[in-house]
């Protein structure tokens, strides 16, 4: 079952990263339900199945939004004097959020995933491109928006570009530069939100072999094999295909996902 649960990631990273390169999405929000379903097949029980699959899913997109972030330096889409102070208060709100999920039931994580799941879905319908101009709010507002994004992230296993991005792009932040600085924050959203995984599920009997606390090794290594081959090939069909008309799908087929997981 463990190579099952292995091929079938190596599959599911190839279509987060064709989607992530495609749609611009985060791929967390594809991860944590496929791994909610796989995980059981290893003998992951109810009870640990949801933090294990955020987990999981953090440790993925260490991987994968490093290399982003990356690339958009090279292009300069990331403003680092706006976003170092950013980066430091979303860490400290993964970490926090990681311990959290500690104290929270699956049925509570379950709930709050996918109630956060058919807001972003819902947004992602209805958002237009905002023709105002305006200023970023004050340092002690931004900090708190961000260190909120970081809980709620951490808490949900997704970067936190999907709140990250449409929010600097409401205060006025280029959509370039917007993306960018949500990417850099997403390598720290992802890389605390996994130690904080990690230092709570550390001392657990109840994880399968193969799991560094929460994270699921032999899971975390097919996404992350696909993952980073496809994501390139998104990119490449982004101009190619009706990315607008895919996002309305993705959105709807979203809320279905969040639905099914909150009847169980």
């Known amino acids: 079952m463990v190579l099952t649960v292995l091929i079938s990631c190596i599959i599911l990273g190839s279509l987060v990263g064709f989607l ?14 496929a791994l909610v379903y796989l995980l059981p097949k290893v003998g992951v029980s109810a009870e640990i ?8 899913s953090l440790g993925a997109i260490v991987i994968t939004s490093t290399s982003a972030a990356f690339a958009h330096h090279k292009k300069k889409n990331i403003p680092w004097q706006l976003t170092k102070p950013i980066m430091l208060v979303v860490a400290i709100g993964a970490l926090l959020g990681a311990f959290i999920a500690d104290s929270l039931s699956t049925a509570a994580l379950t709930n709050f995933f996918s109630i956060v799941v058919i807001l972003l879905a819902c947004y992602m319908l209805l958002s237009i491109n905002a023709s105002k101009q ?11 928006i961000s260190f909120v994004t970081g809980i709620i992230a951490s808490l949900m ?20 530069h917007s ?33 560094l606390g929460y994270i699921y090794l032999p899971a975390l290594l097919g996404i992350i094999i696909s993952s980073s081959i496809f994501a390139p090939i998104g990119v490449k069909y982004a101009g190619k295909l009706p990315v607008k008309t895919l996002k309305k799908f993705f959105a709807v087929f979203l809320i279905f996902v969040a639905i099914k997981m909150m009847l169980g």
């Open 179 to 211: 993306i960018g600085i949500a990417t850099a924050c997403g390598v720290m959203v992802a890389l605390f939100g996994s130690l904080g995984y990690i230092i709570t599920g550390f001392n657990l009997t109840t994880t399968p072999q193969w799991s």
């Open 134 to 144: 305006r200023s970023l709010p004050s340092s002690y507002l931004l900090q708190t």
């Open 20 to 33: 992530a390169g495609l749609l611009g999405i985060g791929g967390g929000l594809i991860i944590v339900p």
């Open 157 to 176: 296993g997704i970067a936190g570009g999907a709140i990250l991005v449409p929010m600097l792009s409401f205060f006025g932040v280029s959509v370039r």
């Open 49 to 56: 199945v949801m933090p294990m699959a955020l987990a999981t």
